[in-house]
C-alpha cells in the first residue's frame, strides 16, 4: 500500500492532488495577507522605501515582497507589518469550517 508511515508499522493514504492544493490555497492565503499590508502601508503613507529603512532592507526587496514575487516566510511578513506599525494575528480552525467571526478565509489578518 502506498502511503505515510505516521507511527511506526502504520501506514496512513496518500492522498493524490493534496500537496498541489494545499500550496495554492496557502499561496491564495498569502496574496491577500500581502494585499492587506500593502494597503495599511498606502494608508500610513509610507513608501517602499520608508518600509524598507525600517525592516533594515532594501525597497527593491519590498516591491518584490509586494508583488508576490517572492514566497515570503512569516517572519519576513511580520517584521514588514511592524514596519508599518502594524501587527499580524495568527490563528488556526478546522478548514471544513468558516473561521470565528463568520469569516471563511483562515490568513493572517492585519492589526494595529
Request: aromatic content about 2%; glycine content about 8%; hydrophobic content about 40%.
Amino acid at each position: 500500500m502506498n502511503g505515510v508511515e505516521d507511527e511506526p508499522g502504520e501506514q496512513l493514504p496518500l492522498l493524490p492532488g493534496f500537496r498541489e492544493m494545499a500550496l495554492r490555497r496557502m499561496a491564495d492565503e498569502r496574496r491577500r495577507l500581502v494585499t492587506d499590508l500593502v494597503a495599511e502601508r498606502q494608508a500610513a503613507r509610507l513608501s517602499q522605501t520608508e518600509v524598507a529603512a525600517r525592516m533594515g532592507t532594501s525597497q527593491s526587496a519590498v516591491a518584490r515582497l509586494e508583488s508576490g514575487a517572492a514566497d515570503a516566510r512569516a517572519s519576513t511578513l511580520e517584521r514588514y507589518a511592524a514596519a508599518i506599525g502594524r501587527q499580524i494575528t495568527w490563528r488556526m480552525h478546522d478548514s471544513a469550517r468558516p473561521a470565528p467571526g463568520g469569516e471563511a478565509t483562515d490568513h493572517g489578518s492585519v492589526g494595529s
